[in-house]
């Protein structure tokens, strides 16, 4: 029963985090866009900023190469409740500490990997239209 009201209570939480960024008064700001090996198709990582009370989200999205994102448009890959950072790494190559960190990496035309770094309140999603999305976790003991 605890339980079932815990994750109601997260549900009603989730849901009202992603109806205040459908605010009007949101703005999303681009920090990085890369497009897939044949064109067709762009993963995009921005910052959508709602005010003091909601914050900024991270979001991630996959669209036709061809669209300019929006203030209105949601992420439709992944949602993540901090700021975007650079992909820091130290001189070892693992994740700088402390940095919650984004990054997109097309393995061909219809597969997008999104590397992360631990963050709280992560949406994540495995498909956007025709292509499939991966997830990888970069972590202290974890190098590239």
């Known amino acids: 029963m605890l339980r079932r009201i815990f994750f109601a209570v997260i549900l009603i939480f989730t849901g009202s985090i992603c109806f205040s960024c459908n605010d009007s008064?949101?703005?999303?700001?681009?920090?990085?866009e890369l497009v897939s090996p044949?064109?067709?198709s762009k993963a995009v990582i921005f910052d959508r900023g709602?005010?003091?009370?909601?914050?900024?989200?991270t979001g991630i999205s996959v669209y036709p190469?061809?669209?300019?994102?929006?203030?209105?448009?949601?992420?439709?890959?992944?949602?993540?409740?901090?700021?975007?950072?650079d992909l820091s790494k130290d001189?070892?190559?693992?994740?700088?500490e402390g940095k919650i960190n984004f990054d997109v990496k097309w393995i061909d035309s219809e597969n997008l990997l999104i590397l992360y770094s631990e963050s709280e309140r992560l949406i994540k999603h495995d498909k956007v239209g025709n292509i499939n999305i991966s997830y990888e976790l970069?972590?202290?003991d974890h190098s590239h």
């Open 38 to 40: 044949d064109g067709r």
């Open 91 to 96: 001189k070892d190559g693992k994740a700088a």
């Open 25 to 32: 008064q949101c703005v999303n700001k681009i920090e990085k």
């Open 138 to 140: 970069i972590s202290d």
């Open 50 to 57: 709602c005010g003091a009370a909601v914050g900024d989200i």
């Open 65 to 85: 190469a061809g669209k300019v994102l929006n203030d209105s448009d949601l992420a439709n890959a992944l949602f993540a409740g901090k700021i975007y950072q």
